[in-house]
């Protein structure tokens, strides 16, 4: 079991990887293309931006998400900078990333919301008649494989702390380094 | 309210929440707050990033990732070394115009530090350069990749500020070149008494130029990329974006067949870290866009000029203030975060008490960019302190003397001279203040 879910986790990773090589190629070619075409043969493509803003937003989610795996997002982290005693900045590390996934399920919520609304209307948009489902669609996909990051990471915060409160050690570079062997 | 949400953003920030999540849980403690309905906040917010000009962002940081990989940085610093490797200091003076010149290539100032520190710490180290100053100077030098267009933190300033980034792009050029000319002072200054560092052996003047009519032409096929990028931008050729798109198309093939550096497994990972990258920025824009909404509709900007000229009405005065705000924000988050958040809240302020926007794009520019190297939140210090093999803690003196003598010089140059920032606007784009 254990073994069939690490080859979904990979594989899910490896699929994100693909969607952003994807996506970057075809919006680098495209734009290229388009830039090339308008100015030497004096053509243009309506409609391509509708294309080019959609493959965008893919890179932009699949992207965030992907960056909440690699621990990518920006953190300030300037407290946990100065705390020395490990068992208190674990406690802290936990209650951050707590925080971070309750924000995350609020804006999965809303974002389900969006999705819904977009759902049942199906607009689309005014050149290509590209349902906006495929825009929204990615920003609730994007909260949610975040939100899964974000879960994966505090049950190995979780984990991490245990193991620090179990060992007894509450202080100096020894505890930092089992936490980062931890994670 | 305002203050209890600003209070929050803070405490996020410094607890180490990630700060598109601290943007998104104070919009939430609004509309919570408020009770307004959140219905409208996420396709506003996907409404607003629909644009085709911030796909220049990732773009640019691409063109970083591939000129990085490809082996182009050492090419310029060689070049760059012909003129000034001979003095003494000179190779500080080699890295500050090269992050520069790398600048007018790459729109990120980490890309520059990597790209550039990675190829300068050894020869600095190897001369005899103290390990703590090599990596306070790279830290600092490397903001330069900001203002030598194009920048992608511009591209920000424009789109979420709307202005022109065209006029945005020039607006940051003198004030850079002003920073070169500081830091390379304060640079010589602070070497000249150092007697470990080795010296380049004079050469005959006619030998140096052919060395440099050499290197220059190892170097010329990626001096091409600032040639694409300005010609085609300012030539009315191709828009930011599509000049970028073409960029990424014509580095591929030369990091791949003529510098030899970039392999096509290097070339995806390039792609995977741009994506992500941008995915980190983008979704601290989306978060960006529903928090300034909020912040819009309760009218913030004009509670904080109240405040500001409670205090006084004297424009000096209320520049002053909002120096020293941007600082302290500069000082508290990574430039991008720093732009997305002051750009809607100070750019309605700055322009209420009679300061060009493009001007404003200038001082905001500067003033972050310092932030990227002042403590606690200096994610270029700490970069440096990496790369260049140096303990943050030995970088703090010589990083003080830049702030002192080459940063605030700078900023307040900015700020109280409009027409260094106003000049390339004014003159290429007949922008007037």
């Known amino acids: ?70 621990k990518s997002h920006i953190q300030a982290d300037v407290i946990p900078m100065y705390i020395k005693n490990q068992k208190i900045k674990s406690g802290m590390y936990l209650a951050v990333s707590l925080v971070t996934i309750i924000i995350a399920i609020i804006f999965g919520i809303w974002a389900i919301e969006m999705f819904t609304w977009t759902f049942e209307r199906s607009p689309t948009t005014p050149m290509l008649k590209i349902p906006h489902i495929l825009y929204d669609g990615v920003i609730l996909l994007g909260f949610l494989l975040m939100t899964f990051y974000f879960l994966v990471h505090f049950v190995e915060d979780i984990k991490s702390f245990i193991k620090m409160v179990g060992s007894g050690k509450d202080g100096g570079d020894q505890g930092e380094q089992e936490r980062g062997a931890l994670l | 309210m305002m203050i209890i949400a600003f209070l929050l953003i803070v405490l996020g920030l410094v607890l180490g929440v990630p700060v598109p999540f601290t943007f998104l849980g104070v919009a939430a403690y609004l509309v919570f707050a408020l009770e307004l309905d959140p219905t409208f906040l996420l396709p506003y917010a996907s409404s607003e990033i629909r644009s085709v000009v911030l796909l220049a962002i990732p773009l640019f940081i691409m063109i970083g990732g591939i000129t990085f990989q490809s082996g182009m940085g050492s090419t310029l610093v060689k070049w760059v070394d012909v003129v000034f490797g001979k003095v003494r200091g000179g190779l500080g003076v080699v890295s500050i115009v090269s992050c520069a010149v790398f600048g007018s290539i790459s729109g990120s100032a980490l890309a520059t530090l990597s790209a550039i520190g990675s190829i300068m710490f050894p020869q600095l180290h190897a001369n005899g350069y103290p390990k703590g100053y090599s990596a306070a100077l790279l830290s600092s030098a490397c903001v330069l990749g900001l203002y030598i267009p194009p920048s992608a933190l511009m591209i920000l300033f424009a789109w979420t500020g709307g202005q022109s980034v065209l006029a945005c792009f020039l607006a940051t050029v003198v004030p850079g ?30 030998e140096d130029i052919k060395l440099f009519g050499q290197r220059g032409y190892r170097a010329a096929p990626a001096m091409m990329l600032p040639v694409i990028i300005l010609g085609g931008i300012y030539g009315g050729i191709m828009t930011p974006t599509e000049a970028a798109a073409v960029s990424v198309l014509y580095a591929i093939p030369v990091g791949i067949f003529v510098y030899k550096g970039l392999t096509v497994r290097k070339l995806l990972d390039t792609f995977v870290s741009t994506a992500t990258s941008t995915g980190v920025i983008m979704l601290m824009m989306f978060a960006m866009m529903m928090l300034s909404r909020v912040f819009i509709m309760e009218d913030l900007p004009h509670t904080i000029l109240d405040y500001l000229t409670a205090v006084s009405d004297e424009k000096i005065v209320l520049l002053l203030m909002l120096n020293v705000f941007m600082i302290l924000i500069g000082m508290l988050m990574d430039d991008v975060s720093g732009v997305l958040l002051s750009t809607p809240i100070l750019l309605p302020v700055a322009q209420l008490i009679g300061v060009h926007p493009i001007h404003f794009a200038a001082i905001l520019a500067i003033n972050l960019g310092m932030g990227n190297v002042t403590p606690p939140t200096a994610p270029l210090l700490f970069l440096g302190a990496k790369l260049g093999d140096s303990n943050v803690s030995d970088m703090l003196k010589p990083t003080l003397y830049l702030i002192l003598f080459a940063w605030l010089p700078t900023l307040l140059l900015t700020t109280y001279v409009p027409g260094l920032a106003m000049f390339l606007p004014g003159l290429i784009l007949g922008i007037s203040y």
């Open chain 1, 1 to 70: 079991m254990v073994q069939i879910l690490n080859q979904a986790y990979n594989w899910l990773l490896s699929a994100q990887k693909a969607i952003l090589i994807i996506c970057s190629i075809i919006i680098i070619g495209g734009i290229s293309t388009q830039a090339a075409f308008r100015y030497v043969f004096r053509i243009a493509f309506f409609g391509f931006e509708e294309l080019v803003v959609l493959l965008a937003f893919w890179l932009y989610f699949i992207g965030a998400s992907y960056g909440t795996y690699s």
């Open chain 2, 177 to 206: 070149i002003i920073l070169i000319i500081l830091l390379s002072i304060v640079n010589f200054v602070m070497l000249r008494n150092v007697k470990e560092i080795h010296v380049r052996e004079k050469s005959p003047i006619k």
